[in-house]
């Protein structure tokens, strides 16, 4: 998809500990010594004995360089906590939801030099590489994994109303107020719901931001003092409320169960009780756990609001510390590569991917040709992955065509830098409320949620 990049600015930056803060019985003299977080803690012996191995395979392959393990997950807590007493390791992974809090630190290592040394950044997806820079231009993380919200369209059910064009291929959706009225249609057409909408659990206010966005709303901002502030009470955001609100008490087209959580949405569409949803391919719990038809799911571009479209991405991603050493971040790098994050796979690495698809298929879950997401769309990596995968490929491609077309334009956009999932869960009340209550207020329950979502969470932070 075309990407407008807002993200700018966004990414996180790192602070290291010195070598000595982590115990100097752990370095070795002469040696160049690197700390790799969020390594298996002692509550997962098989994924430690795993690593382990791991570890002095590679040490073994490069005796120059000393592994310390640092099993802390990096939350926001632990990076404020850890950050401010300059104990974070050399290396380690965090989600997007999390490293807004750690760039503005301002202890971000610059890596573009490494990121093109090793070809990492000709490689990589121009959808990935614009979230891993700075305001600056440079680049500052390196992604482990990503994904990128789609929307999902139940072809049973769309051929069942007749939203088909004259070639029999599904008429999908490519605004929201089209949304509603497809869905509209298929309720009319079927007495089914049109459009499957969780509820609890801090997936409605998770997937909500993608029409929201759409209206033009946003959701959090950090002012010069360093302070988040919630700044979605707007009337942006209130017609986004009147959409979802129009859903169920204009258009009569939403499910009726009120409680709704992700793995009862997906029942709802995999079942063929609900035509259109929100998520995020492949989507292996549809086929999995209630045996869906892989003909059956069409997957389409986030539909547009008045603003545009806007398509939520999450990641995992790698950081660097500021205060590595270049030899240091090269070993980091090489440990990047050795465990298979980077463009250059080994006869062994994908084996092992060719053996993990395999066993995916045996689980019932589809395999597509490329990622969903590919962190690398050229080079090697790109080239060697795709053709590891193309003799477990069990889905007809077309169905994700519309998904993977580079020529819509799609805005794509993280979640809130801090407190991500308790704004999703005060998002979660005010789509009940519209939901349940007729005569409810969308500005009313905007402002009201905004004060919580700041009182409550924002103002709470240290």
Known sequence: MKIRKVLAGLLAAVMVVPMAACGPAKEEAGKVNITIGNWPADTDPSGQER???LKDEFMAQNPDINIITDTTYYDT??????????????????????????????????????????GFTEAMNPEVLSVIKGGDGEIYAIPLSAYKQGFYINKKIFKEAGLVNEDGSIK?????????????TVTE????????????????????????????ADFVKQNNDGKYEAIFNTPEFVEALKYVQDLKWKYDTLHSDTN?????????????QAAMMIATPP????????????????????????????????????????EATDEQVEACFKWLMFMGNSPQL??????????EYEQSVQKGNPILDRDEFPIFSKGDAFEIRKAARADYVNVDMSNYEKYFDTGVDVTIFPEPPVCAQQMYAV??????????????DPAALAATACEDFQVNHLDKLD
């Open 346 to 355: 080994s006869d062994e690495q994908v084996e092992k991917i060719k053996s």
């Open 189 to 216: 057409k079927t007495g089914k719901a049109g459009f499957a909408f969780p509820t609890i659990n801090n997936v409605g206010g998770w997937l909500l931001l993608n029409i929201a966005r759409g209206y033009g």
């Open 172 to 184: 999908y959706p490519k605004t929201w107020e089209e949304v509603a009225e497809y869905a509209k």
């Open 283 to 322: 989507c292996n719990w549809l086929y999995s756990d209630y045996s869906m038809d892989f003909d059956n799911a069409y997957v389409v571009p986030m539909p547009a609001g008045p603003k545009g479209a806007y398509a939520q991405i999450g990641a995992d991603i790698n950081m660097i510390s500021s």
């Open 77 to 118: 807590k632990n990076l404020n906590l850890k950050g401010s007493a300059k104990q974070l390791a050399t290396l380690y992974a965090c989600p997007v939801t999390e490293v807004s809090t750690a760039y503005n630190a301002g202890y971000a290592k610059p890596i573009t030099k490494y990121m093109d040394k090793y």
């Open 51 to 53: 690593m382990a191995k």
């Open 260 to 272: 709704m959580d992700q793995l009862g949405m997906y029942k709802y569409f995999a079942t063929d």
């Open 427 to 440: 998002l979660d009340g005010v789509i009940q409320e519209l939901i349940t209550n007729k005569d409810a």
